[in-house]
């Protein structure tokens, strides 16, 4: 609910793609920090660290309701207070990966990933559609309680999450994290699956997770509501692909299936940019969801799989860090937009997409295509 009601919010009171790119970007500038989280999380357990996130994300979301209802909120003032929990927020689906792995045996991981997919693919979907009629109704103070309220529910409930992983002192945060870059990039399955996830949230994400506020107002011109059906529908495609995936994923390859659903997720995106009308971008938004779920199921299951126990939370940690690709990939295409025009920053951002993907497919091949590859026998 709160990534649209925001961004919406700091498109309209500031009237700037470029702030909306920012906004956008803070929500992920915590990637960088991702990989001492994921030694953190391997040293004092995963569920205690989830809590304290989830914990965080409520006292902020307490702060946007004071400001709202004290007439203070400004498009930087939200820019700002969102920018503190941007700092952990992107870690929760790396800690909570790390979770599912370390509580369900390795035969039950990828309809187990999949669920979890599901029911965020689920929450954001709705969130979407209900999160743009509730601040359209009651406001945006009486939104931001709802939301707060949901916030501390999440964190209540995670609190009855197992926690099987024994606790270790951190001895060497530095070291530690750096032990675990080297195992990622010593293992070529760990390391080009990195480099595509890196690739994706560079090139891919930037559209759905930045711009479509831009493109729902500037483009379409629809209303709030209909940027909320422009998320759903990226969702709703996220949903079926988790779906999918959670029925059939494990006889499906793998190192195979990351490569080719990223490749008809750039299609799908490539199309996407020249929808001339709202109903022909939700069908094409749906179809990119659906591929990019039957892409990024796979490669968490495979990097979970790939990772010995011991280096599970900062293999996680450094995949997340691949995030750090997205606030880039926006804050350019935010620049790029505001220079020429949303089509030719799609085309520019798939098209490059597709040729480095064919790029690491080619050079890790027989790490990710080959039918015996290791990518593909997990």
């Known amino acids: 609910m709160e990534a649209p009601i925001l961004g919406w919010y ?31 999380a391997d040293r004092m357990g995963s569920r205690r660290l989830l809590c304290l996130m989830r914990g965080l994300f409520t006292a902020v979301s307490i702060v946007m309701v004071g400001l709202a209802f004290s007439g203070l909120l400004n498009p930087v003032a939200a820019i700002v207070v969102s920018g503190i929990a941007g700092i952990l927020r992107p870690s929760d689906s790396m800690v909570r990966m790390t979770l599912i792995s370390q509580t369900l045996p390795g035969a039950q991981l990828t309809s187990a990933i999949a669920l979890s997919r599901a029911t965020q693919d689920i929450a954001r979907m709705l969130g979407a559609i209900f999160g743009a ?47 675990g870059l080297t ?23 930037p559209t759905t997770f930045g711009l479509l506020p831009h493109v729902a107002r500037d483009i379409y011109g629809v209303t709030q509501i209909g940027l909320g059906w422009l998320i759903a529908a990226f969702n709703f495609g996220g949903l079926l692909g988790s779906v999918l995936l959670g029925t059939r994923g494990d006889v499906v390859p793998p190192g195979r299936m990351i490569i080719i659903a990223t490749a008809f997720w750039y299609l799908a995106m490539l199309a996407f940019g020249f929808a001339a009308t709202f ?17 990024m ?78 990518a593909n026998r997990i």
């Open 10 to 40: 700091i498109l309209v009171e500031s009237g700037s793609v470029v702030m909306l790119a920012l906004f956008a970007a803070l929500q992920f500038a915590g990637t960088l920090f991702s990989p001492l989280l994921g030694v953190v």
């Open 133 to 179: 009629a509730l601040v359209t109704v009651i406001g945006m103070g009486a939104s931001y309680m709802a939301i707060t309220a949901l916030y501390l529910a999440g964190t209540l409930l995670t609190f009855g999450a197992a926690d099987p992983a024994g606790r270790k002192a951190i001895v060497s945060p530095l070291r530690d994290t750096w032990d």
């Open 297 to 374: 199921g796979p490669m968490f299951v495979l990097m979970l799989k790939s990772s010995e126990d011991a280096f599970r939370g900062r293999v996680m940690g450094i995949r997340l860090l691949a995030v750090y690709g997205l606030p880039v990939g926006i804050m350019c295409a935010g620049l790029l937009v505001s220079r020429t025009d949303f089509v030719t920053t799609n085309t520019v951002y798939s098209l490059v997409g597709i040729v480095l993907l064919a790029a690491i497919s080619l050079k890790w091949r027989r790490h990710l295509l080959d039918a015996d590859a290791p």
């Open 183 to 205: 195992y990622v990039r010593r293992s070529p399955v760990l390391f080009s699956a990195f480099l595509i996830a890196l690739l994706v949230n560079l090139t891919a994400y």
């Open 279 to 295: 109903a022909t971008g939700i069908v094409l938004l749906c179809i990119a969801g659906v591929v990019q779920s039957l892409s």
